[in-house]
């Protein structure tokens, strides 16, 4: 059982690129989070889906789409990065809101 | 709207001391709190988590916490370090289920001394 992976493990992107974060669990969890982890601030929700076919924005949405198109998987998607979304990158699943979230290994991001 | 607040960016103890982090929150709705755990380059891991009933709540790793409603507080303790619990701890919040997201408080980094 490998509950939640994540990747890339780590890419360094050019500033202005398009780029996608996968995220696939195979629990059959109904909800699906992304978030972001920064020094000092914690993780911060960018998005969130409590089941296929709808999605929601978090804390901090600007920069970032994401799409729900089946149970296990949730992309998020930078259309053009800029330096700022330089982060790590969590996604995470519970079997439905409000219950305990599992976490994946995260994505390092560098944006230069 | 939810707010954690962790008291304390690091904590130091020593081997076999007891551990107290401290995590108060703010919630107009009844809480689901949560304690992570996160080791180096790893995700987040469930330490424990109350929801309703005993405020008293026992984890993993011989952790506990107790929620006060009164204090707001949800801190976590140990009662003896181990050299294996340094690691970030993060403390969350959750709307009981409405929306099911988590604030996170800010972390706090347990070092552990020899």
């Known amino acids: 059982i490998a509950g939640i992976t994540q990747a890339p493990t780590s890419q360094i992107l050019a500033a202005g690129r398009r780029m996608t974060l996968r995220c696939t669990q195979d629990?059959?969890?109904?909800?699906m989070y992304w978030y972001r982890q920064d020094l000092g601030l914690g993780l911060r929700l960018i998005h969130y889906?409590?089941?296929?076919?709808?999605?929601g924005k978090g804390e901090v949405p600007d920069g970032y789409s994401v799409s729900r198109a089946n149970t296990d998987d949730f992309p998020l998607t930078l259309a053009s990065a800029v330096p700022s979304q330089t982060s790590v990158y969590f996604c995470a699943s519970s079997i439905q809101g409000g219950e305990t979230q599992y976490f994946g290994p995260g994505t390092r991001l560098l944006v230069l | 709207a939810q707010s954690v607040t962790q008291l304390g960016s690091h904590v130091s103890v020593s081997e076999g001391a007891l551990v107290l982090l401290r995590c108060n929150y703010s919630s107009s709705v009844p809480p689901y709190l949560f304690w992570y755990v996160q080791y180096p380059n790893q995700g987040l891991q469930l330490l424990l988590k109350?929801?309703?009933?005993?405020?008293l709540v026992k984890g993993i790793n011989g952790f506990e916490a107790e929620f006060k409603k009164s204090e707001t507080s949800f801190h976590l303790t140990k009662p003896s370090a181990h050299m294996s619990d340094a690691a970030e701890y993060f403390c969350?919040?959750?709307?009981?289920?409405?929306?099911?997201?988590?604030?996170f408080g800010q972390g706090t980094t347990l070092q552990v001394k020899p």
């Open positions: 629990m059959r969890h109904n909800a």
């Open positions: 889906s409590n089941t296929a076919g709808t999605t």
């Open positions: 969350a919040v959750s709307d009981a289920g409405n929306t099911g997201k988590l604030i």
């Open positions: 109350y929801t309703t009933g005993a405020t």
